[in-house]
């Protein structure tokens, strides 16, 4: 933590679900990380982009790096 009690950017890892083990640079500490994967759009729409989206809350019981990310297969 900075001097000043505001989170400078730290690593975190992600676990379970698709971003499993993957790493990643946060600042502040946010309670949330979402990740998106593109998804294949049949019959071809003009600009028209779908995602999924996936959500990781933090595991606030690690206070030291790397920060853990758990993934919540029930949410959005």
Not at 52 to 57: E, M
């Amino acid at each position: 933590m900075a001097d000043d009690g505001v989170w400078g950017q730290e690593t975190a890892v992600l676990t379970g679900g698709p971003a499993d083990r993957v790493r990643i640079k946060v600042t502040g500490r946010p309670a949330v990380v979402q990740v998106t994967l593109p998804c294949v759009v049949e019959g071809a729409v003009v600009d028209m982009r779908v995602d999924a989206l996936y959500v990781y809350r933090r595991d606030v019981r690690v206070d030291d790096e790397p920060l853990r990310y758990g993934f919540d297969p029930v949410s959005p």
